[in-house]
């Protein structure tokens, strides 16, 4: 393997090259939002993902983070593995009951289910587990992604005006426009401005990139067959939960073929989004054809939002917390931002009131603290924390347990 350097971190002379660098790979960042994942972590099998380390020509991470943002990569077709590990507990299907009751969408009961195609309700399956993505883009007014598991297909494809979700299990299909083209597709169709393939996760990624943040090249390897340098950015700060994230960047393209959070607390990666098979060739126009199969039920995404309407108390709860978040501040700097806003509930947990399967699930996994500003309860994952204070103020972020609860004492 040839020599990497793997000591050129970044000092705030070179901050303002990276950021420039960073607003270009916005720039040139391939139009898959009709990809979009909930939030969700992608997960490449070891083998795969490790399976050599070419010799490639020496780069710096300026150099690097210059060859993604020069990427112009528009037609590409591959699979994408997806495995989730924010460290939650087993919630039986509580989370799906939840979602559905608020958006009233699929599951909430009556004549006003939503369509079980719907993409703001299936694409909420890959905040946990592992999951296998078919992934197609041709330019910025064809993409496709299917979900494939359980022996059925879900697939949301992207043809110019037409946006179409469609549930082989249910036989549903959902439709809704894009008058726009891709740009106006994240604005108009839900669950389309979330990331799905690993170049959506670096971009946001290289958003952090700051005078707070070390950034390298670690190494080369190999992903789905390709050869691909390892852009490897670190917190400088103590007090975060994120340790690492790493990129593979194909040599060749300079796309994003692998994309890597591992926590500071260690063990299994919570964020590995990867392909397992990947082609830059342009896709076969048939790819984004769409029928709705005969006696498949249609929903037209206006209809669906009027059965979505919230009923009266679901509208009450909603605007409680809008009024919240409208004062919501971010206090800190780089990776120990904390997001902060008060719901204006008193005596604890503004939901725990509602008791039953939400009110024992929330108690089961809180952790108990108290400070100078008083006592709440600090909600913990792998990856986010969030400490609601019993006088209803919230503070949440990628920080430590002890972050949290000292930003609250400094909030008093």
Known sequence: MAPIDSDDNTTAGEGEELRAGRRKAARYVVPVAVMGVAAATIGLVPALADSGDPDLPKVTAEQLIEKIAKSDVQQLSGTVRINTDLGLPDLGGLESGLMSGMSGGPGSGGDDEGSAADPSAKLTELVSGSHTLRVAADGPDRQKLSLLENAAEYSLIHNGKDVWGYD?????????????????????????????????????????????????????????????????????????????????????????????????????????????????????????????????????????????????????????????????????????????FDTGAQGGLPMASAGGDLGGFLGSFGDQVKGDFGSGTVFKTRLVNALITDDGKVYAGAVTKDALVKAADAAK
């Open 168 to 340: 082989s299990q249910s036989n549903e299909v959902y439709h809704s426009t894009a008058p726009d083209g891709a740009e106006r597709l994240e604005k108009d169709v839900p669950g389309q401005d979330v990331p799905a393939t690993p170049k959506d996760f670096a971009e946001q990624a290289l958003k952090s990139v700051d005078d707070t943040t070390s950034v390298t090249v670690g190494g080369t390897a190999q992903v789905a067959g390709r050869d691909a340098y390892r852009l490897v950015v670190e917190p400088k700060q103590d007090g975060s939960t994120v340790g690492a994230i790493t990129v593979a960047v194909d040599a060749e393209s300079g796309t994003p073929l692998k994309f890597t959070l591992t926590p500071a607390s260690g063990g299994a990666a919570v964020v590995d989004v990867g392909f397992t098979k990947v082609s830059f060739a342009k896709p076969d126009a048939s790819t984004f054809d769409f029928t709705p199969p005969e006696g498949a039920k249609v929903t037209e995404a206006d209809e669906a939002g009027e059965r979505a309407k919230a009923p009266e108390h679901g509208r009450e709860a909603e605007g409680e917390l809008a009024k919240g978040m409208d004062g919501l501040e971010v206090i800190g700097e780089g990776w120990n931002s904390i997001a902060t």
